[in-house]
């Protein structure tokens, strides 16, 4: 809520007369609409030369960004990061100022462009794909050469608008990015998410879209050279603004179901239709769009020369300039210098369709604040390619352990939706332990490994296998990985969520292991069945991908227990009445969860304190069960 009461104060300020940018032109599409647009010269720009050009498309500023960043034009750099909006469109696009223009727009019924607003439609990419070939093409500072560029609704944005294939496009780089909206974040295993999703849908982009778009073009005066009336153009357009009722993302993001609705706004719906060198960046804490999209999108896209980067950090590390990684800065500027101004940068050539990843490890703060890596992997494909998938079995002892079961074993009981844990992604990495409602009853499994002899490294996606013994209809299950340092921090790694009546897997669409097994299920989530109570029932809960080395003397830790009534930015809501599920191990009842593990990084940096890591929570000497 601190960004959206940010965002308002700043559009009050507005009025008090500070700087800011607005529109510089107006396209007119095939359908009649206006997309308000900002387009910005290069550095030390010649008149009568041609440029390629860099495009974004977003309904935060939009086409009124041009140059510093909504907290510059503020005046407000001083402030938390925590408090600021990190995700303008110039956080990203001012990489290119040197040699590209750079144009930005607003996406239909956002800011100054005319129309009906209709979050991350297909419309609003043909929008950008008219905009690319049928404009930018033309102009006479343009050569012809368009990049895209996008961060979170700008990358959602740009993925769309590269798959409606301009010709005119070379490559794109985009991040922060929701591969499918049902499943990565209204209702990640079936669960329900009322936490981020809302809060963005009600308050985050409308305030944006009003504060960084909007009241820039109504309010910012204009020159004499305005013959374009272009203040007056803003406000014709917001009077002929529409929205249709059943298209409201609240109100669709009621169906607990997924549906066509949900499809149409995935991007996992239109990877194949990808056809320029892609390039894609995601952190494993993405505590907005989720840590899902980018890795799955990688493996979906085909054909074309692609990229993945990944690192622990948060929303912002991929992609801000006071905030980000250099090193993901600088990738994502040379892909666009390698395919749209044609300098070679070494990522091969259109026909080879070279593919790569890399994975960045411990990323944290050096003494002058800037983000370093302590170590990295990189691969031809992702999951890598000399990924051991192994399996570590949760006993009736408590343990976690590579030694599969040889016979019966103990079960064991937690009550689920009795005990809720929650943090706040503002309070901090280091707050803990987790709050929680009050509970007599035990409320959660703990399974911990043996103080590793060595290093063990995860990275890519995880599955759990969890027999159990629900006494209800219905149950959600959450399974938590950490990482217990031997003076009893933990380190909370990644999680996953099933809703136990959504437990259904289309194994057709699932995503394998070179020996079949399943990393990635892919549930149907259109017809719920209710549980047998007492029945043994397998599930398969696919937790988000991350990367971490548990280091010498550490254990891995597994901990199940019911979905936190606020985690990070999500908050889930229990369908189903608290329920004592008990899980099964054994022989005949292996419960156990999947690590991606990977060879050590050469050269790794030394171990870090607890917090250190970029935006990973970790907890000292909490009481573990």
Known sequence: MSRIIFILLAAATLLGGVAYAAPTHFVTLSDGVEIALNVRMPDLYLPGLRYPTIFEMSGYDGGSASGGTLVKDFGLDGLPLEVLPEEDSRQLTELFYGQYVTVHASVRGSGCSSGEFDLFSWRSALDGKEIIDGWIAHQPWSNGEVGIVGHSYGG????????????????????????????????????????????????????????????????????????????????ANLAGKTRTVLNDPLLQGLQETDNDWYRARSLVTYAERIAVPIHMTGAHQDEQTGPRGPAHLFERVQGVPKRLLLTNGDHNTESTASYGLPEVRSDRKAWMD????????????????????????????????????????????????DTAWTDWYLTGDGEVTKLPPGGAEPSATYVSATHRQLWSYQAGYTVGPPLTTASSLPDELTYRSEPLAGAVTIAGPIAATLYVEAAGVDTELFVNLLDEAPDGSVTYLQRGLLRASHRAVDEAASDR??????????????????????????????????????RPGHRIVVKLHAPPFVDSYYAYVPRSAPTANTVLHGLAHPSRIMLPVVPTPAGLGPELPCGAQEAVRCVAQPELG
């Open 338 to 385: 390698h395919w749209v101004r044609r300098q070679q940068k070494g990522f091969g050539t259109l026909s080879q369709r070279r593919s790569t990843a890399t994975v960045f490890f411990e990323v944290h703060r050096d003494p002058n604040g800037v983000l370093r890596p302590n170590g990295r992997k990189d691969g031809q494909r992702f999951p890598f390619g």
């Open 156 to 235: 959602i944005t740009g993925f769309m608008v590269a798959a409606t294939q301009p010709r005119h496009l070379r490559a794109a780089t985009v991040s922060g990015l929701i591969d499918d909206v049902y499943r990565a974040l209204v209702y990640p295993g079936g669960v329900s998410n009322y936490g981020f999703p809302l809060l963005w849908t009600g308050g985050i982009r409308p305030a944006y879209d009003v504060a960084g778009g909007l009241l820039p073009g109504i309010l910012r005066p204009q020159g004499p050279d305005d013959v374009e009336n272009r203040q007056l153009r803003c406000a």
């Open 513 to 550: 292991t070179a020996d079949g097994r399943i990393y990635r299920p892919h549930r149907p989530h259109t017809n719920p069945t209710p549980i047998t109570p007492l029945a043994t029932v397998e599930y398969l809960v696919e937790v988000w991908p991350v990367a971490h080395v548990f």
